[in-house]
C-alpha cells in the first residue's frame, strides 16, 4: 500500500484510535454528551478512510489521478471541520464549523462517487 491509499489508511487508524480515546474517556466520565461527535469521527474518519483507502489499493488508476489527491484534501477538511464543529453545536456556542464539515464531507462524498463511476468505465 502507497500514495493515495496508504494517506488514507494512515489517516483512517489515527481517527480510529483517537475515536477509540475519546470513546474511553467519556465512559470512564460517564460524560456522553460529546458522543455524537466520537460518532462522526468513527464512522466518517475511520470507516470511510479505510474504504476510500482500500479503494485505492484496489483500483490503482484511480490512485495516480489528480482529483485522488482532490479527494484526500476535501476528505480531511470535512472531518477536521466536522468533528469540533458538532462539538461546539452541541456546546451551543457555533454550528457553522459544523455546517461546514458536513458540507466538505458531502463533497468528498459525491467526488468519490465520480471517481468510481469513472473508474469503472476503464477497467
Known amino acids: 500500500m502507497?500514495?493515495?491509499?496508504?494517506?488514507?489508511?494512515?489517516?483512517?487508524?489515527?481517527?480510529?484510535?483517537?475515536?477509540?480515546?475519546?470513546?474511553?474517556?467519556?465512559?470512564?466520565?460517564?460524560?456522553?454528551?460529546?458522543?455524537?461527535?466520537?460518532?462522526h469521527l468513527n464512522l466518517i474518519g475511520y470507516v470511510g478512510f479505510a474504504i476510500f483507502g482500500i479503494y485505492y489499493h484496489l483500483v490503482p488508476s484511480a490512485a495516480e489521478k489528480m482529483i485522488a489527491k482532490i479527494?484526500?484534501?476535501?476528505?480531511?477538511?470535512?472531518?477536521?471541520?466536522?468533528?469540533?464543529?458538532?462539538?461546539?453545536?452541541?456546546?451551543e456556542t457555533s454550528e457553522t464549523l459544523a455546517k461546514l464539515g458536513s458540507i466538505a464531507a458531502i463533497a468528498s462524498?459525491?467526488?468519490?462517487?465520480?471517481i468510481f463511476i469513472t473508474s469503472s468505465r476503464e477497467t
Not at 2 to 22: D, E, H, N, Q, T
Not at 75 to 83: S, W
Not at 109 to 114: D, G, R, T
Open 109 to 114: 462524498m459525491l467526488l468519490f462517487a465520480w
Open 2 to 39: 502507497r500514495g493515495i491509499s496508504k494517506a488514507f489508511f494512515g489517516l483512517a487508524l489515527v481517527c480510529a484510535i483517537v475515536g477509540m480515546a475519546w470513546g474511553i474517556q467519556m465512559s470512564a466520565s460517564g460524560d456522553h454528551l460529546l458522543s455524537p461527535a466520537h460518532a
Open 71 to 91: 479527494h484526500l484534501a476535501i476528505a480531511v477538511v470535512g472531518v477536521v471541520l466536522m468533528v469540533p464543529g458538532i462539538v461546539m453545536a452541541i456546546r
